[in-house]
């Protein structure tokens, strides 16, 4: 009974893994195992868009290559969309030094909370906004959503297993589910609802700390060709 593996690289990272850099190291086999009995996919989809950096220094693209180099040696498929940076104005929710921004202006006497309430104040009644500068991931949903109809309709699995709390899913994973697939969906964070999604998936379970911890690669990654792959040092 073949399944394939549909993986929102974004939703998993920000979902289990963004506050967890000792369990980025994942192995992606051993988790869909993990997950789905303990027998190994048939074929498995990565979906991410290439990281931009975001001020000088920031080595998260390199890591990120890292990483997906290491998917590729395991035979694992790299479905990339595409990163837009852009900027927008935005309205504070706080008021409060501490969480007005980041990091936190000096209390110099008292003079950097009077002037943020004079802000608050000089802007009611709406609230005071900052021009901010935001990266945003295009195509990854839609993408996952092409390529699970795709397998479904050229009759490649029986089942799929879907790692994303993404909601905009519903109606691929519904489709899917019509056409005879057992579709088991698995969420990255207990933070997500469960949402439309348990109304139409076969399956619908939380990813825990537990199965993340047992399905790390090993430290270096040996390639088929026998090269070593080393972990960025900040996921050790």
Do not use: C
């Not at 000792?22 to 190994?40: A, Q, T």
């Not at 990483?67 to 900027?87: A, D, E, M």
């Not at 945003?136 to 994303?164: C, P, R, T, W």
């Amino acid at each position: 009974m073949a399944f394939h593996v549909f993986i929102d690289g974004l939703n998993l990272y920000k979902g289990a893994l963004s506050k967890r850099p000792d369990l980025k190291w994942l192995d992606l086999i051993e988790l869909s195992k993990e997950l789905m009995g303990k027998y190994p996919p048939a074929f498995i989809y990565y979906f991410t868009s290439p990281m931009k950096r975001r001020f000088s220094g920031d080595l998260s693209p390199e890591r990120q290559a890292t990483y997906i180099r290491v998917l590729g040696h395991q035979g694992i498929r790299t479905i990339k969309g595409k990163t837009v940076r852009y900027q927008k104005w935005l309205r504070h929710t706080e008021f409060e030094r501490e969480r007005f921004v980041q990091p936190t202006f000096p209390r110099l006497f008292g003079v950097s909370d009077y002037l943020i309430k004079r802000v608050w104040k000089a802007s009611l009644p709406d609230a005071p906004k900052s021009k901010v500068e935001l990266l945003s991931e295009k195509a990854s949903d839609v993408n996952l959503a092409s390529y699970l109809l795709l397998d479904v309709f050229q009759g490649l699995m029986d089942q799929a297993l879907v790692i994303s709390g993404d909601s905009d899913l519903f109606m691929p994973i519904k489709f899917a589910v019509e056409a005879g697939i057992t579709v088991k969906v698995v969420i990255p964070s207990q933070s997500q609802p469960l949402g439309i999604i348990q109304t139409v998936a076969s399956e619908v379970a939380y990813l825990t700390r537990e199965q993340l911890e047992s399905s790390q690669l090993d430290r270096p990654f040996q390639t088929p060709k026998g090269s070593l792959i080393y972990p960025p040092d900040v996921w050790r």
